[in-house]
C-alpha cells in the first residue's frame, strides 16, 4: 500500500515530529483550554494537541473530533470538555489517518470511533505491535503507555449523526489524503475541516495518496456550504476567505505542474525551480523537506492525469 511508506517517513520524526518537547505537553496537562466557537462547538487550535481537535453538545452527549498527537494532553482535553458540559464524550469522528489526529484514541476506546473506510484501512496495516512500540521506545515520555485504538465504526462517501437540535454532515472527500473527510453543522454554520484545511499555513500534500484535483474540489464543496465558521485542522479558527485563499494556492500549484510536465521537465529538476508557487506564511517544522515532498507528489499525480 502506497500509504504505509508514507506514514513510516511521518513516524520517524518529521512531519509528527514532536515540536514542543515533553515540557511543552506538561504544561498542555495543566494549562488545556478550549474556545468557544458557538453555542454547541468548542475546539483547541492552541497547539497542545498538535493536530488540532473540537467537540460537539449534543442534547445528550459529546462527539469529538480528532483525537491528537499526545494521549496525555487529549485525556485532559476529555475531562475539561466533560466539565465544562456535565455531559459524557460518546463519539469520536477521525477525519483522517496521520497521527496528529489518532494517537489519543485510546483516550476514547469507550466510545464509538467513527472514520471513513480507507482511515481503517490506512491505519490497520501501519500500526502493527512492531510500529507501535517502535514509538513508545522512541518518545517513552509521551507514548510509554500507548495503546492503538482503531475506529470501530466506519463510512463511505456520507455519514451523518443527529439529535432534537443539530445535524453532523460528515463527508468524504480525500484530496489531503485518502479517507480526509469534513464535518457541516449547517444549524450552526460551522465547518469542521481537519486537515483539508492549513488555515494561515502552506498546506501539506505530500502524503502517498494525496490528490491535489480532489483537494481542489473539496475546497469548492466545502465554499459552496457557506460556513460562517471555520475550524482547521492547522492554524487559526478562519472563514470563507481563509478557505478561498487555500483554493487559489492549490490551482496556482497544479497549473504551474502542469506547465512543467508539458514542457517535458523531469520530477528531480523541481527543487531546482525558484517559482514555485508558495504562501507567505512562517514555515512549520522541516517545512522544507515537506514542501519538497508535496511538490514531488503533486508531479506525480499530475504526470498521470496529463499521460
Not at 128 to 141: G, I, Y
Amino acid at each position: 500500500m502506497e500509504s504505509l511508506s508514507h506514514l513510516n517517513f511521518l513516524f520517524r520524526g518529521s512531519f509528527l515530529h514532536n515540536p514542543y518537547k515533553y515540557s511543552k505537553e506538561v504544561i498542555a496537562i495543566n494549562m488545556f483550554e478550549f474556545e468557544k466557537i458557538t453555542e454547541s462547538v468548542w475546539a483547541h487550535t492552541k497547539g497542545d494537541t498538535f493536530g488540532h481537535v473540537a467537540f460537539v453538545k449534543l442534547k445528550d452527549r459529546l462527539v469529538f473530533i480528532d483525537s491528537g498527537y499526545y494521549p496525555k494532553v487529549i485525556e485532559e482535553a476529555r475531562k475539561k470538555a466533560e466539565e465544562l458540559t456535565g455531559l459524557t464524550v460518546k463519539q469520536l469522528l477521525i477525519t483522517h489517518h496521520h497521527g496528529d489526529h489518532i494517537l489519543g484514541n485510546q483516550v476514547f476506546e469507550d466510545c464509538e470511533i467513527i472514520s471513513s473506510k480507507p482511515v481503517l484501512k490506512i491505519l490497520s496495516a501501519y500500526w502493527t505491535e512492531d510500529n507501535t512500540e517502535n514509538l513508545r521506545k522512541r518518545e517513552p515520555e509521551s507514548f510509554s503507555e500507548l495503546q492503538i485504538v482503531l475506529p470501530n465504526k466506519t463510512f463511505e462517501g456520507e455519514y451523518t449523526i443527529t439529535d432534537d437540535n443539530l445535524t453532523l454532515k460528515i463527508k468524504q472527500t480525500n484530496g489531503h489524503s485518502n479517507g480526509s473527510s469534513f464535518i457541516f453543522i449547517p444549524e450552526e454554520e460551522v465547518l469542521i475541516a481537519g486537515d483539508l484545511l492549513f488555515a494561515k499555513e502552506v498546506p501539506y500534500f505530500g502524503d502517498d495518496t494525496a490528490d491535489p484535483y480532489l483537494w481542489i474540489e473539496a475546497y469548492k464543496e466545502m465554499i459552496k456550504l457557506s460556513p460562517k465558521i471555520i475550524v482547521p485542522g492547522h492554524g487559526p479558527v478562519s472563514d470563507i476567505e481563509a478557505m478561498q485563499e487555500q483554493l487559489d494556492y492549490m490551482e496556482k500549484c497544479v497549473k504551474w505542474v502542469e506547465n512543467f510536465v508539458n514542457k517535458g521537465e523531469k520530477k528531480e529538476d523541481l527543487e531546482k525551480a525558484k517559482d514555485f508557487p508558495i504562501l507567505d506564511y512562517e514555515p512549520y517544522d522541516n517545512f522544507e523537506l515537506l514542501f519538497n515532498r508535496s511538490k514531488n507528489r503533486t508531479f506525480d499525480v499530475v504526470k498521470e492525469k496529463l499521460t
